[in-house]
Each structure stands twice: as structure tokens, then as C-alpha cells.
């Protein structure tokens, strides 16, 4: 097996994906790639992906690498974070075997990764499923002690000019299969008109489906210059203590903005605005609300989370997963047992018509020819 291309590095693959083109060799750092980086990587179709760390560990059952090999998509692991030192941004190299040369100097190695080596991490992962939820419970409840004083009591949230109270809101995050389930209820966003609120990331997917976020919340790390420059209302996510590292590169962009100090993720600030400014209903995509979305996320507890959805969720509906439901693609054989249905009434009509029988008559002879019947 040999593969050359152009290598493109970046230890954050959600930045590195924006950069990605087809036919190029993707470096990353990357425990347990969870799905949503797998799919930002399989869209921009490199030849390989070129892991310093390891993209299943067996801790939990998370399927990201196992979606990008079944994409043809080559990886080879646990090559070492010296590998960023060896390769540079834009330089050719080639991968036999699992090693890695540029200019024909070896200048790193790693283990060609397979389904079969995969299967066998997710059982293992399923195998200690039940010690890493116990793990993550306990983390869960000892969080949500500390914080439900900050998260239960008042929270002061800044005054938004795009109106909220007495309407939908949509809420919508970069997490498992998101675009498909934004493309599924696309119907209900053209009737209803809700409040479209982008958290990160999720301001790009909804422009993405021709929809202009309201507001976009979060911490401003992986949402586009061009999303922020949408005339969008913007609400950084700071921390507790008031610091704010995402605010600095919306000043520098001389954009306005409101900050909300919280714990918790970008999109429970997300939730708890719209609730708290008087939204009828809560519309969710994309969330993350189970063990695996939280420990992909590097996140050992869900303790905001839990929180903040049994503060909203009287008016709250999670679309997460919808489109697995709901096709808006027919299946073929419902179509055609359509149209032959449409298609009856017709041939009564024509049958019965006296100007028509010859004509009909003709056709009948032909098939029977063509078909011999």
C-alpha cells in the first residue's frame, strides 16, 4: 500500500476540516474521534488520515474511525505527536506500510488501522460500559450539587433585540447527524418561522440550509467569520468567573456582542436563554444528551445538562435523530405503487371513452407483441 499527497496539520481536527481537500493526507491529534469529526474529515475525502494519537480506545463505544474506514478512507494510528515537528503544512508525503517518508526520510510510523481492529476496541468498549457509566453518574451528581445554586437560581441574561417571548425557537448544535435532522424539519422552519438560534458551529449549518441565525451562542471557537458577519445577534458563552476568550476575536471583528457567564456547555446557555425570555417552545438539533455525546467531548459528567433540561423541558422537543424516523425520500416501490394509482382513473376514463378504445386497442396489440404474450 503506498499513498502520496499533500499533508495538512492541525491538532484540532473541527479547524483542520474547514482546511482539508480531497486527495490530501489529514495529520490530527485525536483520542476517540467522535462522529461529528468523523464526518467533517469523510466530506472533505482525504486519501488518509494521520492520527498522533489513539482514534479508539476502547473506554467507551464511539464509531467516528470506524465511519471513516468504511468511507475508504486509510488511517494509521498512534503515529506520536512528534510527527507535527517532522511534517510541515503543505508538504508532500508518502505513507507504505504504515510509514510515513517525506523526501524520502522516514519520519514516522504507525499501525495501519482496520474494521476488524475497531470491532474489536467497540467490544471492548461495551464490555466497560457499564464501570465508565458508573463513573460518569457519580461525576454527574457531584457536579450537579455545586451547580445547581448558578443554574436554578436567577441568572442574569442580556436583553436581545430579535424578540423571543411567544415564539418557537430552534436550537441548533454541531453533534450526530445534525444536518441531516436540520434537512428533515426544513418544512417546519419555512411554516413555523421560529427563532433560529446557531450554537457555534451550528450558525454555519443552518446557513449552510439557507436559514439566518437570529442569534449564535458559544464560545465563538468554531463558528465562521462569515456566520458572525450575518447580521446574527451574538452571545458569548464566558465562564463563571467572567472570563471570556471567544469575546476577543468578535471585538477584533468590531461586531457587538453580549456575554453570559455560566458553567455548562454553549448550548445549555442556548436553552436557558430561550426558555427564560419567554419561548413557547423549545425546538432542539444536534444536542448532546447522553454518556457517549459528553465523554466525546472530553467532558467526564453532564451535570449542567441534566440540570438546565429539568429546568426547560416542559416546553422542550429533542429533533435529535429525527431524520432516522422520518425520510422525506419516497422508497421506490412506494412511489410506483403511487403512480399506478394516479394512473387507474385515467385508463377507466380513456377505456370507456368511444373516441379512445382504437387507440388504446393498438397499444394493448404492441405490448403483447413486444412481450410475447
Known amino acids: 500500500m503506498s499513498i502520496k499527497g499533500r499533508a495538512r496539520l492541525d491538532k484540532r481536527t473541527k479547524n483542520l476540516v474547514k482546511r482539508l481537500r480531497k486527495n490530501d493526507i489529514a495529520f490530527i491529534d485525536h483520542d476517540d474521534i467522535d462522529e461529528v469529526a468523523a464526518m467533517g474529515l469523510i466530506e472533505a475525502r482525504p486519501q488518509a488520515v494521520v492520527n498522533a ?20 478512507i486509510t488511517v494509521i494510528d498512534e503515529v506520536g505527536r512528534d510527527i507535527f515537528d517532522q511534517v510541515k503544512e503543505n508538504s508532500v508525503v508518502e505513507i507504505r506500510n504504515g510509514c510515513i517518508y517525506r523526501d524520502h526520510r522516514l519520519v514516522g510510523k504507525g499501525k495501519v488501522l482496520t474494521e476488524a481492529d475497531v470491532e474489536a476496541k467497540l467490544r471492548q468498549a461495551r464490555e466497560n460500559f457499564k464501570d465508565e457509566l458508573d463513573r460518569f453518574v457519580e461525576n454527574t451528581l457531584e457536579y450537579a450539587k455545586k451547580e445547581k445554586g448558578i443554574l436554578l437560581d436567577y441568572i442574569e441574561l442580556p436583553h ?33 418561522k421560529p427563532v433560529l438560534i446557531g450554537v457555534d458551529g451550528g450558525a454555519d449549518a443552518l446557513l449552510e440550509f439557507g436559514f439566518r441565525p437570529h442569534i449564535i451562542v458559544g464560545d465563538m471557537d468554531s463558528v465562521s467569520d462569515e456566520a458572525l458577519r450575518s447580521g446574527a445577534e451574538i452571545v458569548v458563552h464566558a465562564y463563571p ?29 442556548a436553552m436557558l436563554l430561550a426558555f427564560e425570555k419567554g419561548a413557547d417552545l423549545l425546538v432542539a438539533v444536534g444536542t448532546h444528551s447522553n454518556m457517549v455525546d459528553f ?8 451535570a449542567s445538562t441534566f440540570l438546565v433540561r429539568l429546568r426547560v423541558g416542559s416546553i422542550l422537543v429533542d429533533a435529535k435523530g429525527v431524520s432516522q424516523l422520518y425520510r422525506q425520500n419516497m422508497r421506490a416501490k412506494y412511489l410506483v405503487q403511487l403512480l399506478l394509482a ?29 412481450l410475447n404474450w
Open 53 to 72: 494519537d489513539i482514534s479508539i480506545t476502547g473506554k467507551y463505544p464511539t464509531r467516528g474511525v470506524l465511519n471513516i474506514l468504511r468511507a475508504g
Open 342 to 370: 394516479a394512473c387507474i382513473p385515467i385508463i377507466i376514463l380513456l377505456w370507456v371513452s368511444p373516441s379512445t378504445r382504437p387507440f388504446l386497442r393498438l397499444i394493448s396489440l404492441q405490448m403483447k407483441l413486444l
Open 160 to 192: 436581545l433585540k430579535t424578540r423571543i417571548k411567544g415564539r418557537h425557537a430552534l436550537i441548533v448544535v454541531r453533534g450526530k447527524n445534525y444536518k441531516e435532522d436540520l434537512k428533515t424539519i426544513s418544512t417546519y422552519i419555512e411554516e413555523e
Open 241 to 269: 468567573d467572567g472570563r471570556a476568550p471567544g469575546l476577543k476575536r468578535v471585538q477584533d471583528m468590531q461586531l457587538p456582542a453580549k456575554v453570559v457567564p455560566m458553567p455548562g456547555t454553549s448550548e445549555d446557555v
Open 295 to 302: 465523554l466525546e467531548k472530553g467532558r467526564k459528567g453532564m
